[in-house]
């Protein structure tokens, strides 16, 4: 069985190997490979080209994972927690309690941003939907005029020349 200062340096590599991908609709991914280098040059390319969807680029976005974004990462060894009660009367009492609303707040913006992102991105969807239609319906005329001949009588007409291919 690993010490959990083994099984805590094994989590880590995975971490460091791990690239967060944004923005893959509905939803985002951890994606680990096999290598910090190999991660580090997914970044530098999802940065530098279009991230292609079912022919269409996304607006994805990929970063380095961060240990918080794992449900199964192991507790730091030797890390100790301490929690208490505040009484109304103590000083920090106040502090507490405007963390806590401002933590709510945070909360309800963070939902009210990922409906805007949603619907941001149900609109990408179908306007590349859109785009990806008029496309197919271009393609099936140019095959359609090149396979009944029309494309080379109307070439023969204008003496211009058509590939077959």
């Known amino acids: 069985m690993e010490s959990s200062e083994d099984e805590y340096a094994a ?3 995975k971490v460091s190997r791990t690239v967060y991908l944004d923005n893959l609709s509905p939803q985002c ?3 680990e490979l096999d290598s910090a280098k190999k991660a ?3 970044i530098s390319m999802i940065g530098q080209y279009p991230f292609m969807m079912s022919g ?3 607006p994805v976005r990929a970063r380095p994972a961060v240990m918080e974004m794992f449900d199964d990462r192991p507790a730091k060894p030797n890390k100790k927690l301490k929690c208490c009660w505040l009484d109304p009367s ?4 106040e502090v507490a309690k405007e963390i806590k609303n401002l933590t709510r707040k945070h909360a309800a913006e963070i ?3 990922h409906k805007l992102q949603l619907e941001e991105e149900e609109k990408l969807a179908k306007q590349q939907e859109d785009t990806l239609k008029g496309h197919y319906k271009k393609f099936k005329m140019i095959e ?3 396979t009944d001949r029309t494309a080379h009588r109307l070439a023969r007409k204008y003496n211009l020349s058509v590939a077959d291919d």
């Open 111 to 113: 939902a009210f941003m």
């Open 56 to 58: 269409m680029p996304r």
């Open 144 to 146: 359609g005029i090149m």
């Open 40 to 42: 580090k040059e997914v």
């Open 90 to 93: 103590d000083t920090d009492f």
């Open 29 to 31: 991914a951890l994606v």
């Open 11 to 13: 989590f880590e590599q």
